[in-house]
């Protein structure tokens, strides 16, 4: 597969009985990053998933420093995709009768 011109990013967040107003402040901060694509509340030990598109490290660097800064997280994580091996927005209808 051809190299992609980003870096795949994606935070993993967790958090522990916050809501009500740092919910709405973390939601607010997260809609103002354009790198950020996909964003998913997840069951299980981490609750926030976000897909973040930024060309290298020190660009995704500086979004973990705005997103920490914008909002109270005690725990974040990170994985990288180190090469991409399937990437489609088909859907498959085949489950459609």
């Known amino acids: 597969m051809s190299a992609s011109p980003f870096c795949l990013g994606a935070y993993c967040l967790a958090y522990a009985g916050k809501l ?12 103002a990053f354009p790198e950020v694509v996909d964003f998913y509340r997840l069951s299980g030990d981490v609750n926030h998933l976000l897909h973040v598109l930024v060309p290298g490290i020190a660009a995704y660097d500086a979004d973990y420093k705005r997103l ?11 994985t990288f995709a ?16």
């Open 68 to 78: 920490i800064a914008g909002t109270q997280l005690f725990d974040v994580g990170s």
């Open 20 to 31: 009500g107003a740092w919910s709405d402040r973390f939601l607010a901060t997260v809609q």
């Open 82 to 97: 180190m090469e991409v091996l399937k990437f489609t927005m088909a859907r498959s209808l085949s489950y459609v009768r």
